[in-house]
C-alpha cells in the first residue's frame, strides 16, 4: 500500500521559514518524481514543485522561485520542501504527490498517481 505522510507545518511569522517533509512508504521511491502542491480556501491547488526521479531536477512555480527549494533523500524515502521569506499568500494546505513521469516543467495535478494527506502552513503575524 502506497503511503505519502507529509509533515512540518504550521504557523509562521511573514519572512520566516518552514520545512516540509514528505515520508514515502509502499512506492520505489527512487522510480518516482514528486511534486509539491498547495490549496488555499476557494482557490484551485496550485503546483508549486517538482523534483525529478534519478538525476534531481527540479522546477518552480514562478510565485515561489528563488524562495522554495525541494530536495530528496532516496535513502531514507524522504521528500522536502523548505520554504524561505514565507509571505502570507503562502498559506495553504501543501500536499505531496508521485508521479511515474519524467517533466521538464511542473506538472498539472493530473499526472500524479499518489497524494499525500497534506499540512496546513499559515504565515500570519
Known amino acids: 500500500q502506497v503511503q505519502l505522510v507529509e509533515s512540518g507545518g504550521g504557523l509562521v511569522q511573514p519572512g520566516g521559514s518552514l520545512r516540509l517533509s514528505c515520508a514515502a512508504s509502499g512506492i520505489g521511491l527512487p522510480y518516482y518524481a514528486y511534486g509539491w502542491f498547495r490549496q488555499a480556501p476557494g482557490k484551485e491547488r496550485e503546483g508549486v514543485s517538482y523534483?525529478?526521479?534519478?538525476?534531481?531536477?527540479?522546477y518552480y512555480a514562478d510565485s515561489v522561485k528563488g524562495r522554495f527549494t525541494t530536495s530528496r533523500d532516496d535513502a531514507k524515502n524522504m521528500v522536502y520542501l523548505q520554504m524561505n521569506s514565507l509571505r502570507p499568500e503562502d498559506t495553504a494546505v501543501y500536499y505531496c504527490a508521485a508521479t511515474p513521469f519524467v517533466a521538464t516543467a511542473l506538472l498539472p495535478a493530473s499526472e500524479y498517481d499518489y497524494w499525500g494527506q497534506g499540512t496546513q502552513v499559515t504565515v500570519s503575524s
Open positions: 523534483i525529478s526521479s534519478r538525476d534531481g531536477y527540479t
